[in-house]
Each structure stands twice: as C-alpha cells, then as structure tokens.
C-alpha cells in the first residue's frame, strides 16, 4: 500500500520555526512531483509549495521567502523548512504529489503557531 508519511508538527511561538519531513514509497518519488499542502480549520486545503522532480521550486504568496521545499531522493524524504512562522500559518500541513492524488493523502502533522 502507498504511504505518504508526515512528521515534524508542533507548537511553536511566532517568529520560530519547524522543519516538516515526508517520508514516501520510493515509487512515488521516482515518478511524482512532490507538493506540501495544508487546511486550517475552515478553509479548503491548498498548496503550500511544490517541487518537481528535477527540483525546481513554487511558493504560494503567503510563503514565500519564509518556507523552503526540498528533497531528497536518495532518502525518498520531501522537507518543508519553515521560518519566522505567524499564527495564519496554524494549520494541519500534508504531502502528496503534484498535482495531487486522491490515494495519496496521510493524516498529515499539525503546526499550531501561538503564543
């Protein structure tokens, strides 16, 4: 069965910063572009970052210059780097691919950005 496998939630204060981990099958990385996703608590899930497979990288406006996407496929891990992180950013974060796949969702990690 497919896994995609999120890690690296927690509270945090504004201003600090979370390091997000994704662990897949190695199937998906080989073939897949990889996407971070994310739904706070009333709002549609949407698209954080992404990176394909070549490693080219794409930011929503709302993350830029703070968050980092990256992978590494020797690993099958996709990071999420996230700093001088805001309460808007308090959210349950996913990985899947680009564009995503409905089987491919996990339970996803929780950020709660608060002081």
């Known amino acids: 069965q497919v896994q995609l496998v999120e890690s690296g939630g927690g509270l945090v204060q504004p201003g600090g910063s979370l390091r997000l981990s994704c662990a897949a099958d190695?199937?998906?990385?080989?073939?897949?572009?990889m996407g971070w996703y994310r739904q706070a608590p009333g709002n549609q899930r949407e698209l954080v970052a992404r990176i394909t497979i070549g490693g080219s990288t794409n930011y929503a406006d709302s993350v830029k210059g703070r968050f980092t996407i990256s992978r590494d496929n020797a690993k099958n891990t996709v990071y999420l780097q996230m700093n001088t992180l805001k309460p808007d950013d308090t959210a349950v974060y996913y990985c899947?691919?680009?564009?995503?796949?409905?089987?491919?969702w996990g339970q996803g990690t929780q950020v709660t950005v608060s002081s």
């Open positions: 899947n691919s680009w564009p995503p796949t409905r089987n491919y």
């Open positions: 190695r199937s998906i990385f080989i073939k897949y572009h």
